[in-house]
T-cell receptor
Framework: QQPVQSPQAVILREGEDAVINCSSS?????VHWYRQKHGEAPVFLMI?????EQKGHEKISASFNEKKQQSSLYLTASQLSYSGTYFC?????????????FGSGTQLTVLP | DGGITQSPKYLFRKEGQNVTLSCEQN?????MYWYRQDPGQGLRLIYY???????QKGDIAEGYSVSREKKESFPLTVTSAQKNPTAFYLC?????????????FGPGTRLTVL
């Protein structure tokens, strides 16, 4: 039940845009997005909840299609500081909904 | 100064030895979690605890044990039964339920088995 992320890696020039996708085979209660730089802890970016509520950074945007069990993270006008590995985490609707399951990550490199 | 403290930052262990990783938080969060991360991989849940004196197994609990005697503390013991314990271990907390709350991560402990 691990979510699937795509692409696995992407290389951009500063100022370019990117989209990272996350899909699940199960109905989702929420989707979480984190960014991790090498050797550091993951940093929270956004939560998207069933029903449309979102919590997160103003400069980050994302979508959550409940019917398709998919989420996308949109990185616009990328900066060098956006480089890192992006993880989506999902909480499924069934059961106790107390476990966050992470995808294997998307490595983003922004070049000057 | 609020946050999550993990110690030590680096830990070396000989095969066959048990070792305990510390995780302390002063955020007054109810829920605490332990994740394991292998190079180039995502995070996998080992154990989690929603309240004091209660904890649940995650996806890869075999060879690990935890306790939650205090709200602030959630130590993880890596036992000799864990076949391949070399990894980056991350502790996390959330105010209540991970379904709707942000998870905050500690700085991690890098464990190497010699």
């Amino acid at each position: 039940q691990q979510p699937v992320q795509s692409p696995q890696a992407v290389i951009l020039r500063e100022g370019e845009d990117a989209v990272i996708n996350c899909s699940s085979s199960k109905a989702l209660y929420s989707v979480h997005w984190y960014r991790q730089k090498h050797g550091e802890a993951p940093v929270f970016l956004m939560i998207l909840l069933k029903g449309g509520e979102q919590k997160g950074h103003e400069k980050i945007s994302a979508s959550f299609n409940e019917k398709k069990q998919q989420s996308s993270l949109y990185l616009t006008a990328s900066q060098l500081s956006y480089s890192g590995t992006y993880f989506c985490g999902t909480v499924i609707s069934s059961g106790s909904a107390r476990q966050l399951t992470f995808g294997s990550g998307t490595q983003l490199t922004v070049l000057p | 100064d609020g946050g999550i403290t993990q110690s030590p930052k680096y830990l070396f262990r000989k095969e066959g030895q048990n070792v305990t990783l510390s995780c302390e938080q002063n955020l007054n969060h109810d829920a605490m979690y332990w994740y394991r991360q292998d190079p180039g991989q995502g995070l996998r849940l080992i154990y989690y605890s929603q309240i004091v004196n209660d904890f649940q197994k995650g996806d890869i609990a075999e060879g690990y044990s935890v306790s939650r005697e205090k709200k602030e503390s959630f130590p993880l013991t890596v036992t000799s039964a864990q076949k391949n314990p070399t990894a980056f271990y991350l502790c996390a907390t959330s105010p209540r339920s991970v379904a709707t709350d942000t998870q905050y991560f500690g700085p991690g402990t890098r464990l190497t088995v010699l």
